[in-house]
């Protein structure tokens, strides 16, 4: 996995040229433990994308929900009372699912699948790693770039 590419020394080279001790490898630890973490890794990063997707639909739903509001409001003024009247019963503060709103459906995904997953995430880096992050992707970051050259240091300077 540690593919060192050569190239021109262009720049000057970083004090230290090597992952931070926190992305780096504890011995004996094996590709397939350090890949199979990186794959938790990535389903991770797409959970957490898929909460703020889940955000995103609480805040669209429930500004959704005021401007229902406020256009039934606007409709009772332009005397369209019945059809405000409708919207007001049958939509706003509607739930939108059986029994819940979205603040209802984000608790519960958070509590009972986004927390379980953050915790067997650790758990299985303080298990296998040491509770290191990102082993899999420093140790690409040392394969991709070229050593010695400005811009593609291991780490920021200081």
């Known amino acids: 996995m540690h593919v060192e590419r050569s190239g021109a020394s262009v720049g000057a080279m970083s004090t230290q040229d090597a992952p931070a001790p926190r992305h780096q490898r504890p ?15 990535e389903a991770l990063e797409a959970v957490e994308e898929a909460r703020g997707a889940l955000y ?12 229902v509001g406020e256009a039934a409001d606007q409709l009772r003024e332009a005397g369209h009372g019945g059809l405000a009247d409708r919207l007001e019963t049958e939509l706003v503060g509607r739930n939108v699912i ?39 992707e420093a140790e690409m970051k040392e394969d991709r770039r070229t ?12």
Request: hydrophobic share 30%.
């Open 27 to 41: 011995d004996g630890v094996s590709d397939e433990t350090v890949e199979a973490l990186g794959k938790l890794s």
């Open 98 to 136: 059986d029994g819940r709103w979205t603040f209802q459906i984000v608790e519960d995904y958070d509590e009972h699948y986004y927390a379980t997953f953050k915790d067997l995430e650790r758990s299985a880096r303080d298990e296998l790693i040491e509770g290191k992050t990102h082993v899999f």
């Open 147 to 158: 050593h010695g050259r400005r811009h593609h240091e291991a780490t920021p300077e200081g």
């Open 56 to 67: 995103a639909f609480h805040r669209l739903s429930g500004h959704a929900d005021l401007q």
